[in-house]
């Protein structure tokens, strides 16, 4: 049974870090595509990042380009997404999304295509 605890959310001033973390247990993770995604108030689920765990290779959407980095340590089971220079249109609801099928990383932002999340962790940032 796969298992997806995120954590490090909170509430930051615009411009300030943020790193969230995303402990994953029940399976061996090499083969695994991991991502975050993240749903504002009325808003769609919206693709963040992802990360192809045995290759590390990521991807980032573009509106965080340059602001945020997701990771992986192997030895934790953990993923994680660093958060800079947080702005207000940030804030949301971060989710960390698990599929264990290779050909997901294809299809990568869209969320249907995960079949494991976690229980998600709030992220405000003010003005």
């Known amino acids: 049974q796969v298992q997806l605890v995120e954590s490090g959310g909170g509430l930051v001033q615009a411009g300030g870090s943020l790193r969230l973390s995303c402990a994953a247990s029940?399976?061996?993770?090499?083969?695994?595509?991991m991502a975050w995604f993240r749903q504002a108030p009325g808003k769609a689920r919206e693709f963040v990042a992802a990360?192809?765990?045995?290759?590390?290779?990521?991807v980032n959407t573009d509106f965080v380009q340059g602001r945020f980095t997701i990771s992986r340590d192997n030895a934790k089971n953990t993923v994680y997404l660093q958060m800079n220079s947080l702005k207000p249109e940030d804030t949301a609801v971060y989710y960390c999304?698990?599929?264990?099928?290779?050909?997901?990383?294809?299809?990568?932002?869209?969320?249907?295509?995960?079949?494991?999340w976690g229980q998600g962790t709030q992220v405000t940032v003010s003005s």
């Open positions: 029940g399976r061996t993770f090499s083969g695994f595509v």
């Open positions: 990360l192809r765990w045995i290759s590390a290779i990521t």
């Open positions: 999304a698990a599929d264990s099928r290779p050909a997901t990383w294809y299809s990568r932002t869209n969320p249907g295509n995960y079949d494991y």
